[in-house]
T-cell receptor, first 116, second 110 residues
Framework: ETGVTQSPTHLIKTRGQQVTLRCSSQSGHNTVSWYQQALGQGPQFIFQYYREEENGRGNFPPRFSGLQFPNYSSELNVNALELDDSALYLC???????????????FGEGSWLTVV | DQQVKQNSPSLSVQEGRISILNCDYTNSMFDYFLWYKKYPAEGPTFLISISSIKDKNEDGRFTVFLNKSAKHLSLHIVPSQPGDSAVYFCAASYGNKLVFGAGTILRVKS
């Protein structure tokens, strides 16, 4: 068990709706990243949060947004859901210093989102 | 733009033998390489990593080899066990993100 917890584990939404996914990072970790894994593919980087600010973003539209809270937990929000947003959403936590990230990155179990 | 490629979608190995999973990359700026194992309905589990300044890292049954000139890394599992059956993802670290390959399904037959 990695200590990274995500909720909800499964949910179904209708196209056009909005969704919020939550993540609690591993104790001692200050950085949270979000990934989208579509069926048959590897995880794709959405964005990373460090010290409550976005610290890098992948090739995802602005309707994907996030937050990081003072306790380092995080939310991923997706607005105007599309059918192609159906995927496993993974949260990953790590510890970052001013010199950069280490090589230990732990993932949660993921949140399965189905858009119908 | 696939910067990390796992060209074998699947691999089948007999229990007790060696499993070799391969990964190629194109971006010479990657500074760490990681292997993750994933069971259905679970998140990826970290297995082993290697810094770009090394060519080998070993942890129990798992060894990762890095050939920087060929931009190639491999994961060796010896001996393979039925519980190793899973999807294995190669990932490369650059800055603040991981770039993943598409994964290789490993089946270890008993």
């Amino acid at each position: 068990e990695t200590g990274v917890t995500q909720s909800p584990t499964h949910l179904i939404k209708t196209r056009g709706q909005q969704v919020t996914l939550r993540c609690s990072s591993q104790s001692g970790h200050n950085t949270v990243s979000w990934y989208q894994q579509a069926l048959g593919q590897g995880p794709q980087f959405i964005f990373q949060y460090y010290r409550e600010e976005e610290n890098g973003r992948g090739n995802f539209p602005p309707r994907f947004s996030g937050l990081q809270f003072p306790n380092y937990s995080s939310e991923l929000n997706v607005n105007a859901l599309e059918l192609d947003d159906s995927a496993l959403y993974l949260c990953a936590s790590s510890f970052r210093t001013h010199r950069g990230s280490g090589n230990t990155i732990y993932f949660g179990e993921g949140s399965w989102l189905t858009v119908v | 733009d696939q910067q990390v490629k796992q060209n074998s979608p699947s691999l089948s190995v007999q229990e007790g033998r060696i499993s070799i999973l391969n990964c190629d990359y194109t971006n010479s700026m990657f500074d760490y390489f990681l292997w993750y194992k994933k069971y259905p309905a679970e998140g990826p589990t970290f297995l082993i990593s290697i810094s770009s300044i090394k060519d080998k890292n070993e942890d129990g049954r798992f060894t990762v080899f890095l050939n920087k000139s060929a931009k190639h890394l491999s994961l060796h599992i010896v001996p393979s066990q039925p519980g190793d059956s899973a999807v294995y993802f190669c990932a490369a670290s650059y800055g603040n993100k991981l770039v993943f390959g598409a994964g290789t399904i490993l089946r270890v037959k008993s």
